[in-house]
């Protein structure tokens, strides 16, 4: 109040008001400054709030993130990937999947690379009968051992947390530049 006060005499002796308006617009602003500044911070933490995304959201993003990575990293130079199962080859933006051997329902095994490789849209279908071709495949890469391990590892509970996600998603992110810069310099 002292501030206002003083705020108050100086405006009515600058501008030769009478000292009551002088102290009642020094007053008024006294109050409106934190008012206005109170509600600016909570719109601001409101905006922080609503923009804050949850951690199964990002987990989502890391998985959409690592499915593109891997069909990046089993394409050739000029960007082109056979699909694991049937063996079609086509550029990895044009079909592909980053396709899942087990579940990414399977949340201990959804950001797993070793279980996310190159599989063309009609063998990534839901129901489409290409499991023996997924088993043939992961045996020859991994063997039975590893098969069983991975198979093993998806039936456990896995917790995500913030941070860690947000690591994986920055990891992510900075691999699939360096395959860009890869198979676009390579195919130039």
């Known amino acids: 109040m002292a501030i206002a006060l003083a705020m ?33 911070q909570a719109m601001a933490m409101a905006m922080a709030m609503a923009k ?19 069909r990046l990293e089993e394409s050739d130079d000029s960007g082109y990937v056979s699909c ?3 063996g079609v080859t086509k550029h990895y933006k044009d079909n592909m999947h980053g ?21 063309c849209a009609r063998c990534n279908m839901p129901g489409g009968g290409h499991e023996a071709g997924w088993a043939a495949f992961m045996v020859n890469k991994y063997g039975i051992e590893g098969v ?8 456990t509970t896995r917790k995500y947390y913030r941070g ?11 691999r699939i530049k360096k395959e860009e810069e890869r198979v676009v310099t390579n195919s130039q």
């Open 148 to 155: 069983e391990e991975l198979h093993a590892l998806s039936r």
């Open 84 to 86: 694991v199962v049937c």
């Open 164 to 174: 860690e996600v947000e690591d994986l998603i920055g990891e992510f992110k900075e």
């Open 99 to 119: 396709g899942h051997f087990i579940s990414r329902a399977r949340t201990a095994t959804k950001l797993d690379e070793r279980n996310i490789w190159p599989e």
């Open 8 to 40: 108050a005499m100086a405006m009515a002796l600058a501008m030769a008001m009478p000292l009551a308006m002088a102290m009642a617009m020094a007053l008024a602003m006294a109050i409106a400054l934190p008012l206005a500044m109170a509600m600016a």
């Open 52 to 70: 804050k995304k949850t951690i199964a959201q990002m987990v989502n993003k890391a998985a959409e993130l690592l499915q593109l990575l891997r």
